[in-house]
């Protein structure tokens, strides 16, 4: 057993990289790319570009030393059973769940726009969690999965902070993870969302985590 000592706020903490994983969360061209959901919801995509580079660093890093690599993708079945129609009807009007875009059906699995972008695209191997709510535990397979690799630790990046990464820590916690977020690999819509939920996750001592980033983490794994 190797253990690491990452520095982070509140404090440093110490794992080892055999239990822990790396979950990239909705790294999508919905999101991410022009004429996806995210556009048509009237955000600046480009606020979540800057998380692009970070991950990707992060992502070799975790894959030279053997630390599992997990990705998850938001998006609803072709027949929209799983959609809410409460969901689906926050959308745009001329835009929402479902409808069609420049890249397919919006936030529909097996369209483009769904897919995760070519930048981040995972290796042979790594596990794609298709979630059809905002955390990464609902209605998947994530935690057996996890539970059955005797993962302790997760790395969480993605998109966006405030919505699917800060649901997923905090489902995270309440299941007994601990929860490693770096910042710089994650990203907003809206900045200030993004500041707040760092600062979130690390108030009252770490109360849903840790806060990180990218260069520290792979400092101590390297």
């Known amino acids: 057993m190797t253990i690491v000592r990452i520095d982070a706020e509140p404090r440093a903490i110490e794992i080892d990289p055999a239990r822990s994983a790396v979950l990239m969360i909705d790294m999508q061209r919905d999101f991410l790319q022009p004429g996806g959901f995210g556009e048509a919801l009237g955000n600046n995509i480009r606020l979540l570009t800057a998380a692009v580079d970070p991950c990707r660093a992060l992502l ?10 997990i990705h998850t993708r938001e998006g609803h079945r072709p027949d929209m059973l799983d959609a809410p129609p409460a969901k689906v009807e926050r959308g745009a009007p001329s835009a929402r769940i479902g409808d069609r875009g420049p ?14 972008i070519p930048e981040l ?36 990046c993605g998109v ?4 699917c990464v ?3 820590v905090r489902e995270a916690n309440d299941r007994g ?31 849903f985590g840790w806060v990180s980033d990218s260069r520290r983490i792979l400092a101590a794994l390297g």
């Open 60 to 69: 070799a890093g975790a894959r030279r030393h053997g630390v599992l690599v």
């Open 121 to 156: 695209y995972p290796h042979a191997g790594e596990p794609v969690i298709d979630k059809p709510g905002k955390g990464a535990f609902y209605a998947t397979d994530l935690h057996t999965l996890l539970h059955n690799r005797g993962i302790e630790n997760l790395i969480v």
């Open 177 to 207: 993870y601990r929860c490693i977020v770096p910042g710089d690999c994650c990203a907003s819509y809206f900045p200030e969302f993004h500041e707040v939920g760092l600062r979130m996750i690390k108030a009252q001592g770490g109360i």
């Open 103 to 116: 890249m397919g059906r919006i936030l529909i699995r097996g369209e483009p726009g769904h897919d995760l």
């Open 160 to 163: 966006t902070t405030e919505v």
């Open 166 to 168: 800060h649901t997923t």
